[in-house]
């Protein structure tokens, strides 16, 4: 049999110092993770606001082209289809104009 002389104080702060240093890093790296996220994610919704801005006025009766945007992805695809839309609109809403004087 082995008996060890630990001090009783030690042994009950054993389970909170065994804790304390992955909470502190835990701690330390959310700060930045937060903020890397948030970069990444205004970084991808950006285009996406803007594209909604830009239909907005198109469905306000601003038919003015829209301007493509500066990177090639997938929202590049659909700028010419929302300018394609906004010239029959602006064609409509003179013949319809154009009946109407």
């Not at 306000?60 to 289809?81: C, M, S, T």
Request: proline share 11%.
């Amino acid at each position: 049999m082995l008996h060890l002389l630990y001090p009783e104080r030690d042994w009950r702060d054993a389970p909170l110092a065994g804790r304390y240093p992955p909470l502190l890093v835990g701690a330390l790296a959310l700060v930045p993770v937060a903020l890397l996220a948030g970069a990444i994610a205004g970084r991808l919704s950006r285009p996406i606001v803007e594209l909604r801005w830009q239909v907005g006025r198109i469905a306000h009766g601003d038919f003015q082209p829209l301007p493509l945007p500066p990177h090639n992805d997938e929202l590049r695809d659909v700028d010419p289809i929302g300018n394609a839309l906004a010239g029959q609109l602006d064609e409509m809403q003179r013949l319809s104009n154009a009946r109407n004087a």
